[in-house]
């Protein structure tokens, strides 16, 4: 684990939305992904949501969620499809 010194102002900014432990990880985690270091699948083990929490998650932040494969693209629609059923 490691430290990372944020300055009060900028603390309490980021805690008036969410705990600034989980509000870095999200920004450090879609920002690779972003920035295409991170596959979808990677980026919801890192913050621990399904696809479709991750999917509109990134929504809500402003994120395009693309996939990077075709093995990618499969378990997505196996995803999506198993939702559409429920």
């Known amino acids: ?7 009060d102002e900028l603390a309490a900014l ?16 879609m920002g690779l992904f972003q ?11 890192l ?6 929490a991750f999917m509109r998650r990134a929504g809500e932040l402003g994120v395009t969620v693309y996939l990077t494969d075709e093995d990618e693209w499969k378990r997505e629609k196996a ?6 059923k429920s």
Do not use: F, N, P, Y
């Open 1 to 7: 684990m490691r430290t990372v010194v944020v300055d």
């Open 14 to 29: 980021v805690e008036q939305e969410q705990a600034l432990d989980q509000a870095t990880r999200e920004a450090l985690v």
């Open 35 to 45: 920035r295409g270091k991170i596959s979808t699948g990677k980026a919801c083990e």
């Open 47 to 52: 913050l621990g949501l399904d696809r479709m």
């Open 79 to 84: 995803t999506i499809d198993s939702w559409l």
